[in-house]
């Protein structure tokens, strides 16, 4: 409709000149200085107004100040005549004390307070009419001039006399303290201690006899005289002068011994669990512990959950305290790398802290303590609370004292050690999602993430206290334990058997996670738990497995084994079998590297999770895996062994080699000449035996094998011949050293037995079976070191009998007139043997007639073969090393080396036998075969033997009446019906 025909405004044009317009860039920071500059001038301005506060301030209290000195000094030459004005100087003088030229103002009013005999009642009478107060200003001013004097070394004793003029005259009550404690009232004393008392008076005899003692400890125990309703008097105490300096000596040797009587040990729990609950913790020194334990009194009416708490949570943190020193120390020695490395870290032994530790172990050991500890159990097994606490305290008295007495008390408590278990076994946590899930079943399965405390306590405690109870226990009173005297029946130890094996596998994967998101193993804090409570756990199972090789309570071996250990399968998989031929110890089977070297090996091995956890197990818990794999085990780490003496890439038989002669009718002397460790340095070489006859000429044949096989056998033998005075045997036939070799041969005996070792050793090293039945307590020796009285049956069933029946004697022990000496025949003549130093004359009491029978067990397992399983010991290492044998029980070792009493299968050494001589018809070439009518026969009449027979048989073949462990397959045996090799 309508149109616009002329034309829009235009835009103005504007001249700029030369002028650019600005960056956005340029804007921003010109809007940021700006803003700077405002906030300048705002903090300029808030800190001027502060200034003038302050100034201001100043001003007014220098004016107060100076209006109340005048005033304190006009009401002070009135309180000469009149004592109504000492409360109203106390008050001003209290304002303005603060600097050195104030203390004589202060010495002039201390002056007239000290002659008043009364102060309370003429704190009263003042004008002011408010004693509380004045007596809180009172010790404030104290306070000041006190520290005043410590800091510029002046004469402090009219403080001091006032203070123990309101100490003498009971001028403190419930408010007061209070107020006077919460104000370094004890810090105060503390400082006075250390001024007026010189530390060389402390370590006297008994320091509190010494006059300034004396009186310090007067001003403490004053504080705790006055009857207050809170524990706040306790938990300043702890807090001001324990943990602030604790191993002091004027904590250590003054303050704790003399204190101790005065503190209440209810209010004292009170204290301590409420400063568990704070921001700064539960206190982690040695001393609070020592306080605590001279205090600690079980009544009726005690709080015994709350003790059990405090108990767990001081020990718990000590323990933690000190691995993180340890971690430090151990941190601070590697980066080191001075010749001097580490000196400085060690304690000294006159420092206060190995000297508390060691107060600390004598109350633990003594009586009292003991019988503390008993009466604290029964209450405390009500609540699984409390027996968390319990386990809490005894898992970290554990790591602190490992040898502590008072382990000893807590065996005989079955129901605590069916609490403990129980406890374990019920432990439970929530879930994110809120479900109750099982703390041991996420052990077992290697996922558990938290609680680790409580459930490492709880568990740790359970296999110290059990293993100890092991140890008390004979195999007798084990079978048919007494009332109260073993907490569980046979099922259900099965059942914590198969849950401790489940639980040390459990811990196993936690160490090596395939994870590191499941479980993080680089907290050392974490693993170091974990490697403390997996010690205990395979520690008692190795107890009760060694128990049930003699015993025999379970159902089998195979109730030992656990389908969780899978060992590799594959041939080209032996980094576990170099690691083991090297040499591994425990503490590289529970680090996390993945790496493993040792200082004789150029080469370093990179090992999976896998390859750790079943390196852990095998020098731990081998029992989970079956015996047949561990014996294929071992044959792998002997192979490597012998790869790396000959060469890896040299055919079987090839290789260095010991050419020796020898005369069958001075086999054991000439082999001992030859194949001495001076002659013959490595007996891992193969060995070639050219034997002659009794008149000196060598006998017809090559050695391939079977000579060598023969010559060892018939060496074994001779060597374990009782009429050679090197073996004897018990009366089951079974051989271990003769105790008194050295009448016979000598001193010359350790390398007889040496040899012998070394003997054994090159029987096991080449699998060659022989007959030889050790005795039952030698082998377990050989795998220990040690055995103890359960073995004695094994040597001598008459005496065993003997020392058990004493244990279980209804009368008096004293009537046998025993001591700790007895007699023995050698070669024919008695001889007196002292058990112990001074034996003959220390008579055997009820007290002390375990400890008899455990020393005359000892003395005849032990002490009387020492050197000759010393020796025996070397020699066989020399060849085998004992980390190696380890991995088997002392009936599996007997076993690999005499084979298996197992019948044999004739078919298996019909399928693996090689036929050889000369031809069935001479002048044929037909050699012998399976097929041949007189081969059938033969394995006919085999095959219709008794088990005797066949036993026979196998022994007039290969000298050994046993099967070889693995089949005949694996066995090298060779002579007279040879048997051919895969």
């Given at each position: 409709?309508y149109s616009?025909?002329?034309?829009?405004?235009?835009?103005?044009?504007v001249?700029?000149g030369?002028?650019k317009?600005?960056?956005?860039?340029?804007i921003?920071e010109?809007s940021?200085k700006?803003?700077e500059?405002?906030?300048k001038?705002?903090?300029?301005?808030?800190?001027?107004?502060?200034?003038?506060?302050?100034?201001r301030?100043c001003?007014?209290?220098?004016k107060?100040k100076?209006r109340?000195m005048?005033e304190?000094?006009?009401r002070?030459s009135?309180?000469?005549?009149?004592?109504r004005?000492?409360?109203?100087s106390?008050?001003?003088?209290?304002?303005?004390?603060q600097?050195?030229?104030?203390?004589?103002c202060?010495?002039?009013l201390?002056q007239?307070?000290?002659?008043q005999k009364?102060?309370?009642?003429?704190?009263?009478k003042?004008e002011t009419?408010?004693?509380?107060?004045q007596?809180?200003?009172l010790?404030?001013?104290?306070?000041?001039?006190?520290?005043?004097?410590?800091?510029?070394?002046?004469?402090?004793?009219?403080?001091?006399?006032v203070?123990e003029?309101?100490?003498?005259?009971?001028?403190?009550?419930?408010?007061?303290?209070?107020?006077?404690l919460e104000?370094?009232?004890?810090?105060?004393?503390?400082?006075?201690?250390?001024?007026?008392i010189p530390e060389?008076?402390?370590?006297?005899?008994?320091?509190?006899?010494?006059e300034?003692c004396?009186?310090?400890?007067s001003?403490?125990?004053?504080?705790?005289?006055?009857?207050?309703?809170?524990?706040v008097?306790?938990?300043?105490?702890?807090s001001?002068?324990?943990a602030?300096?604790?191993?002091?000596p004027?904590?250590?040797?003054?303050?704790?011994?003399?204190?101790?009587e005065?503190?209440?040990a209810?209010?004292?729990?009170?204290?301590?669990?409420e400063l568990s609950k704070?921001?700064?913790?539960t206190?982690?020194?040695?001393?609070?512990?020592?306080?605590?334990?001279?205090?600690?009194?079980i009544?009726q009416?005690a709080?015994?959950g709350?003790?059990?708490?405090?108990l767990?949570n001081?020990t718990?943190?000590i323990?933690d305290?000190?691995?993180?020193?340890?971690?430090?120390?151990?941190?601070?020695?590697?980066?080191?790398?001075?010749e001097d490395?580490?000196?400085d870290m060690?304690?000294e032994?006159?420092s206060?802290e190995p000297?508390?530790?060691?107060?600390?172990a004598?109350?633990l050991?003594?009586?009292?303590?003991v019988?503390?500890l008993k009466?604290?159990?029964?209450a405390?097994?009500d609540?699984?609370?409390?027996?968390?606490n319990?386990?809490?305290?005894?898992?970290s008295?554990?790591?602190?004292?490992?040898?502590?007495?008072m382990?000893?008390?807590?065996p005989?408590n079955?129901?605590?050690?069916r609490?403990?278990?129980?406890s374990?076994?019920?432990?439970?946590?929530?879930?994110?999602?809120?479900?109750q899930?099982?703390?041991?079943?996420?052990?077992?399965?290697?996922?558990l993430?938290?609680?680790y405390?409580e459930?490492?306590?709880?568990?740790?405690?359970?296999?110290r206290?059990?293993?100890?109870?092991?140890?008390?226990?004979?195999?007798?009173?084990?079978l048919?334990?007494r009332e109260?005297s073993?907490?569980f029946?046979?099922d259900e130890?099965?059942?914590?058997?198969?849950?401790?094996r489940?639980a040390?596998?459990?811990?196993?994967?936690?160490?090596?996670?395939?994870s590191?998101?499941m479980?993080?193993?680089?907290?050392v804090?974490t693993?170091?738990?974990l490697?403390?409570?997996?010690?205990?756990?395979y520690?008692?199972?190795r107890?009760?497995?060694?128990?049930?090789?003699r015993?025999?309570?379970?159902?089998?071996a195979?109730?030992?084994?656990?389908?969780?250990?899978i060992?590799?399968k594959?041939?080209?998989?032996?980094?576990i079998?170099?690691?083991?031929?090297?040499?591994?110890?425990?503490?590289?089977?529970?680090?996390?590297e993945q790496?493993f070297?040792?200082?004789d090996?150029?080469n370093s091995l990179?090992?999976?999770?896998?390859?750790?956890?079943?390196?852990?197990v095998?020098?731990?818990?081998?029992?989970?895996?079956h015996f047949?794999?561990r014996?294929?085990l071992?044959r792998?780490?002997?192979m490597l062994?012998?790869?790396?003496v000959e060469?890896?890439?040299l055919?079987?038989g090839?290789g260095?080699?010991?050419?020796i002669?020898?005369?069958?009718?001075h086999?054991?002397?000439?082999?001992?000449e030859?194949l001495?460790?001076?002659?013959?340095?490595?007996l891992?070489?193969r060995?070639r035996v050219?034997?002659?006859?009794?008149?000196?000429l060598?006998?017809a044949?090559?050695?391939?094998?079977?000579?060598?096989?023969?010559f060892?056998?018939?060496?074994?033998?001779?060597?374990?011949d009782?009429k050679?005075a090197?073996?004897?045997?018990?009366?089951?036939?079974n051989?271990?050293?003769?105790?008194?070799?050295?009448?016979?041969?000598?001193e010359?005996?350790?390398?007889h037995y040496?040899?012998?070792?070394?003997?054994?050793?090159?029987l096991?090293?080449?699998?060659?079976?022989?007959e030889?039945?050790?005795?039952p307590f030698?082998?377990?020796?050989?795998l220990?070191g040690?055995?103890?009285i359960n073995?004695?049956?094994?040597?001598?069933?008459q005496?065993?009998?003997?020392?058990?029946?004493?244990?279980t004697c209804?009368?008096d022990?004293?009537d046998?007139?025993?001591?700790?000496?007895?007699t023995?025949?050698?070669?024919?003549?008695?001889e007196?043997?002292e058990?112990?130093p001074?034996?003959?004359?220390?008579?055997?009491?009820?007290?002390?007639?375990?400890?008899?029978?455990?020393?005359?067990?000892?003395?005849?397992?032990?002490?009387?073969?020492?050197?000759?399983?010393?020796s025996f010991?070397?020699?066989?290492s020399?060849?085998?090393?004992?980390?190696?044998?380890?991995?088997?029980?002392?009936?599996?070792?007997q076993t690999l080396?005499?084979?298996?009493?197992?019948?044999?299968?004739v078919e298996d050494m019909?399928?693996?036998?090689?036929?050889?001589?000369?031809?069935?018809?001479?002048?044929?070439?037909?050699r012998?075969?399976?097929?041949?009518?007189?081969?059938?026969?033969?394995w006919?009449?085999?095959q219709?033997?008794?088990?005797e027979q066949?036993s026979?048989?196998?022994?007039?073949i290969?000298?050994?009446?046993?099967?070889?462990l693995?089949?005949?397959?694996?066995s090298?045996?060779?002579?007279?019906?040879?048997?051919?090799?895969?």
């Amino acid at each position: 409709m309508y149109s616009f025909d002329g034309t829009f405004k235009a835009q103005p044009i504007v001249s700029l000149g030369n002028a650019k317009p600005a960056s956005p860039k340029s804007i921003i920071e010109a809007s940021r200085k700006s803003r700077e500059q405002r906030q300048k001038a705002k903090n300029f301005e808030k800190a001027a107004l502060i200034v003038q506060k302050f100034m201001r301030s100043c001003c007014v209290r220098l004016k107060l100040k100076r209006r109340l000195m005048t005033e304190f000094e006009e009401r002070l030459s009135m309180c000469r005549t009149d004592t109504r004005y000492i409360g109203s100087s106390i008050y001003r003088l209290n304002y303005f004390f603060q600097t050195p030229r104030d203390r004589k103002c202060w010495l002039a009013l201390a002056q007239i307070i000290l002659t008043q005999k009364n102060l309370l009642e003429v704190l009263q009478k003042s004008e002011t009419g408010c004693s509380i107060l004045q007596i809180r200003y009172l010790v404030l001013i104290c306070k000041k001039d006190i520290n005043l004097c410590i800091s510029n070394n002046e004469n402090m004793s009219l403080s001091l006399r006032v203070l123990e003029t309101l100490c003498t005259q009971n001028s403190f009550n419930d408010s007061i303290s209070r107020d006077v404690l919460e104000n370094g009232y004890f810090p105060l004393l503390l400082a006075i201690a250390k001024k007026k008392i010189p530390e060389d008076a402390l370590y006297r005899p008994d320091p509190s006899r010494d006059e300034r003692c004396k009186f310090v400890l007067s001003l403490f125990k004053f504080v705790f005289s006055i009857q207050m309703s809170s524990y706040v008097r306790e938990k300043l105490f702890i807090s001001d002068v324990i943990a602030v300096d604790p191993y002091s000596p004027y904590v250590t040797e003054l303050l704790i011994p003399a204190m101790a009587e005065s503190l209440d040990a209810s209010k004292l729990t009170r204290a301590f669990d409420e400063l568990s609950k704070s921001e700064d913790g539960t206190p982690r020194d040695l001393s609070s512990l020592y306080l605590y334990l001279r205090c600690l009194k079980i009544s009726q009416n005690a709080n015994i959950g709350m003790i059990c708490s405090v108990l767990a949570n001081i020990t718990s943190a000590i323990v933690d305290e000190d691995n993180k020193k340890s971690r430090l120390a151990t941190s601070q020695l590697d980066g080191d790398e001075s010749e001097d490395e580490g000196e400085d870290m060690d304690f000294e032994e006159s420092s206060p802290e190995p000297k508390m530790r060691s107060r600390i172990a004598d109350l633990l050991d003594s009586p009292e303590f003991v019988s503390s500890l008993k009466s604290l159990l029964p209450a405390a097994m009500d609540k699984q609370s409390s027996v968390v606490n319990i386990s809490r305290f005894v898992y970290s008295i554990m790591q602190l004292y490992p040898k502590s007495k008072m382990f000893f008390a807590l065996p005989t408590n079955s129901k605590l050690l069916r609490q403990l278990w129980s406890s374990f076994v019920t432990l439970s946590a929530k879930t994110p999602s809120g479900q109750q899930t099982s703390l041991a079943g996420q052990l077992i399965s290697g996922t558990l993430t938290s609680h680790y405390d409580e459930v490492f306590s709880v568990l740790g405690s359970f296999c110290r206290i059990f293993g100890l109870l092991l140890v008390t226990l004979h195999d007798e009173e084990f079978l048919h334990p007494r009332e109260f005297s073993f907490p569980f029946s046979r099922d259900e130890l099965l059942s914590v058997i198969t849950t401790l094996r489940d639980a040390a596998l459990g811990i196993t994967e936690m160490l090596h996670p395939e994870s590191r998101f499941m479980f993080k193993a680089s907290d050392v804090a974490t693993t170091h738990k974990l490697t403390v409570v997996f010690k205990l756990v395979y520690q008692l199972l190795r107890q009760l497995h060694d128990r049930d090789q003699r015993l025999s309570f379970s159902p089998g071996a195979e109730f030992w084994i656990s389908s969780r250990v899978i060992l590799p399968k594959s041939p080209q998989d032996v980094s576990i079998c170099e690691v083991l031929r090297r040499g591994v110890d425990l503490e590289c089977a529970l680090s996390a590297e993945q790496s493993f070297s040792v200082d004789d090996a150029p080469n370093s091995l990179m090992l999976t999770v896998r390859d750790k956890r079943i390196l852990l197990v095998l020098s731990c818990l081998p029992y989970c895996i079956h015996f047949h794999h561990r014996v294929k085990l071992f044959r792998k780490i002997i192979m490597l062994d012998r790869m790396s003496v000959e060469g890896a890439n040299l055919p079987a038989g090839v290789g260095p080699s010991i050419d020796i002669h020898v005369r069958r009718t001075h086999l054991y002397e000439d082999a001992y000449e030859k194949l001495s460790l001076q002659n013959e340095p490595d007996l891992r070489k193969r060995i070639r035996v050219t034997m002659k006859n009794m008149a000196g000429l060598d006998e017809a044949g090559i050695d391939g094998g079977g000579i060598t096989r023969e010559f060892l056998q018939e060496l074994v033998k001779a060597a374990f011949d009782p009429k050679r005075a090197f073996f004897t045997t018990t009366s089951q036939q079974n051989f271990y050293p003769f105790p008194h070799v050295s009448h016979i041969v000598g001193e010359s005996f350790r390398s007889h037995y040496y040899f012998i070792g070394r003997v054994v050793g090159k029987l096991l090293y080449e699998n060659l079976l022989v007959e030889l039945p050790l005795a039952p307590f030698f082998l377990a020796k050989i795998l220990s070191g040690h055995v103890d009285i359960n073995y004695l049956a094994s040597l001598d069933q008459q005496l065993h009998e003997n020392l058990m029946s004493l244990k279980t004697c209804q009368g008096d022990v004293e009537d046998l007139t025993l001591t700790f000496c007895g007699t023995q025949s050698v070669l024919g003549n008695m001889e007196e043997i002292e058990l112990i130093p001074g034996g003959k004359d220390i008579p055997v009491t009820e007290s002390n007639k375990v400890f008899y029978m455990h020393t005359v067990a000892d003395y005849w397992l032990n002490k009387q073969i020492r050197a000759q399983y010393s020796s025996f010991v070397q020699g066989l290492s020399n060849l085998i090393s004992l980390k190696w044998l380890r991995m088997f029980s002392a009936p599996e070792l007997q076993t690999l080396l005499s084979g298996a009493q197992i019948s044999i299968d004739v078919e298996d050494m019909r399928k693996n036998v090689r036929y050889d001589g000369p031809p069935p018809t001479v002048g044929s070439e037909e050699r012998w075969s399976d097929e041949h009518p007189y081969i059938q026969m033969l394995w006919k009449v085999v095959q219709g033997m008794t088990d005797e027979q066949k036993s026979l048989f196998l022994k007039f073949i290969t000298s050994c009446s046993r099967p070889p462990l693995l089949g005949f397959k694996v066995s090298t045996l060779r002579h007279g019906m040879n048997q051919k090799t895969e």
